[in-house]
């Protein structure tokens, strides 16, 4: 509340909108602009301020009272350690919104030993997009298993067999996101 009350560095923070009107897009390019100068963002915005903005999260039909959050034109002066943080988030959040798509290739490699099917998936990123903001990498460490070429009906040897016991975790019934969301 303070970054917008106080500071005047976001947009009204109240609202569950998740778009913007096209007259707001029109000034996406400066704010994004103004971000060159945050160290956070610099090398990033260097890159997006040279490419077509996406505008996936451009729609005036679907805005409510509100449009989604965004910074403001105003340059981040002395914030507290919470503020910074949260001024980053909101700052990072609409740069992705405004980056490129993750183009990844996925492949799904089914096996069969004996009767028993086993099945593998690997994937690489081909374009980070707006993963390349936070430099985040995907969840179950599945961006860098990279699989080997392989043709229908190739006749595989078995160089090592591991035998292991785990146990799974059902998933939580909410997360702070889900609860967030409701």
Known sequence: Q???????????PRTGSRYIPGDVFQEAGELIENLKSYPRFTV????????????????????TDHHAL?????????????EQTIYEMIAGR????????????ITTLTLSVDTV????????????GWREVFNEQEEDGEDK????????????????????T????????????SLLGA
């Open 94 to 105: 609409m740069l992705e919104a405004f980056s490129r798509t993750c183009v990844k290739d």
């Open 145 to 164: 298993t990279e699989l080997p070429e392989l043709s229908e009906g190739e006749t595989l040897s078995i160089k090592k067999l591991d035998l292991l």
């Open 70 to 82: 965004l910074i403001t034109e105003n340059r981040p002066g002395k914030l507290s350690s919470d």
């Open 44 to 63: 990033y915005t260097e890159k997006l301020s040279s490419m077509n903005l996406n505008i996936h999260s451009v729609d005036d039909k679907k805005v």
């Open 117 to 128: 099917l086993y099945e593998t998936k690997g994937s690489v990123t081909k374009i980070a």
């Open 166 to 177: 785990k146990q799974t975790k059902p998933k939580p019934l909410h997360t702070e996101a």
């Open 2 to 12: 303070k970054l917008y009350e106080q500071h005047k560095l976001i947009t009204y």
